[in-house]
């Protein structure tokens, strides 16, 4: 296990450079993200641990981070004060852009994962999530449908124009960019909805996770009921995300101050329990480009 | 493969605003910006876009796993783990059973749940407890 430590910082949310196996990022906040600012830590992963390649500072907290999927050198944050960051790994000056238009925290971004399209999905806490062109200054749609806060939007990895979006309003909405319509609103959970992740080998299927502790995986061919509901957490799941590796494992991590391996397809759906962190544990990641390298998890 | 122990010595402080930061507890945090009062090391950056053309690619995009066709058929049972810790002097108290959400006032982002819709257990799951003291719980409930 290698350790980073952040001075001041607390981290949000971590993930894998698409292109560099051993890069990856780091959104964080001072304070707890209570108060005060925001850094973002590239780091690299060596065989003597885990060391800074660069930061970047902002102005409010940032909650997440997402790696370009066409270049390297570029990633995207979300802001406390309600903007999207664009950021150059290379470039020292601070962001390339800053995209304002949502209103309250940005607690979720994501670039898209098909080919056939350079989109950026934020999600906020003004209930909407905003469509980005990275190289136009303005969103190209707003979707508006959710009763709460979203706290996460992911692109699906199949199927394009196609984003799924958790709320606090207990819902898991599946929206249809082009069309700029849902097309799909899953009342997931009982509880504020905190996360949510596609499977990478079912474009059907998608995890959420909640406050409510238990994970529920569903086949949006059929929402009446869940395909698996997975508990063991003993307070919110904050992250889930599916294996980039395998169809039915996916990873947890909770303010419980674990991490969680299940295979939700197995008849002991538990396959670990990381009990490294001694805070709550914010975001996790699975290294895209080896197999065995599964979990990532900043703390606050 | 392992990734052996990083220790907070070798990771450089690189800018001024990650210096400034003061090691306050969650619990102090939360209950100076929900009294008003001031957070020490608060920091009132000014960072402003430079509007300029991101450095040019180098690298073609990587297949996905999944593009490839490439899913494992044996399951991870051992992943490699890496942490990322708050470089403080303490850790903050162990607050349990609240997530982020729609603060109650300005500048809080955190929210504790009534005890009836909390999870049991933990040692203090109904609020926030300053180190040392007990029975001190947040006044914020969220409905």
Request: with cysteine.
């Amino acid at each position: 296990m290698a350790t980073f430590r952040s001075p001041g910082r607390h981290g949000y949310a971590v993930e894998v450079s698409p292109f560099l196996p051993s890069l990856l990022a780091c959104a964080a906040s001072q304070h707890y993200g209570i108060a005060g600012s925001g850094t973002l830590f590239v780091l690299e992963q060596e065989e003597a641990g885990v060391s800074l390649v660069t930061s970047f500072d902002w102005n409010d907290g940032l909650f997440d981070v997402t790696w370009s999927e066409n270049n390297e050198h570029v990633l995207v944050t979300g802001g406390g004060d309600g903007t999207v960051q664009l950021w150059d790994t290379a470039n020292p000056q601070g962001p390339l852009q800053v995209l304002k238009e949502h209103t309250q925290e940005v607690y979720s971004v994501d670039w898209s994962q098909t080919r056939a399209e350079t989109l950026v999905v934020s999600g906020s806490w003004d209930h909407t999530a905003k469509v980005w062109d990275p190289e136009r200054p303005h969103s190209l749609s707003t979707l508006q449908g959710h009763e709460g806060v979203i706290y996460s939007t992911i692109w699906s990895p199949h199927i394009p124009g196609c984003f799924a979006s958790a709320s606090g309003d207990g819902t898991l909405r599946v929206w249809d960019m082009k069309a700029g319509v849902c097309r799909l609103v899953i009342p997931a959970h009982q509880a504020e909805i905190l996360t949510c992740d596609w499977c990478k080998y079912d474009q059907n299927v998608v995890v959420t996770g909640s406050v409510d502790c238990s994970l529920c995986v569903w086949d949006l061919r059929n929402v009446r009921q869940h395909v698996a509901r997975l508990t063991g957490h003993s307070y919110a799941i904050r992250r889930v995300k599916f294996s980039p590796f395998h169809h039915s494992v996916l990873a947890s991590c909770s303010y419980d101050f674990t991490v969680r391996l299940w295979d939700f397809a197995g008849s002991e759906p538990l396959l670990e329990t990381l009990e490294h962190h001694t805070e709550f544990v914010c975001g996790l990641d699975f290294n895209l480009h080896v197999p065995n390298q599964a979990v990532l998890t900043p703390t606050l | 493969r392992k990734w052996s122990l990083c220790t907070s010595a070798s990771v450089p402080l690189t800018s001024r605003a990650m210096q400034l930061s003061s090691p306050l507890s969650f619990a102090e945090v939360f209950r100076r910006v929900q009294a008003g009062e001031e957070v020490p090391g608060l920091q009132e950056l000014d960072v402003r876009p430079c509007h300029s053309a991101p450095t040019v690619s180098r690298l073609s995009r990587v297949s996905k796993p999944w593009e490839k066709g490439s899913e494992t058929s044996q399951i991870p049972t051992k992943p490699v783990h890496i942490q990322f810790l708050p470089s403080t002097c303490a850790l903050p108290p162990r607050i349990r059973g609240c997530h982020r959400s729609e603060g109650y006032d300005r500048g809080s982002r955190w929210s504790w749940r009534k005890p009836s819709t909390l999870p049991s257990g933990g040692t203090n799951p109904t609020g926030l407890l300053q180190d040392g003291q007990s029975g001190r719980r947040c006044s914020h409930w969220r409905h």
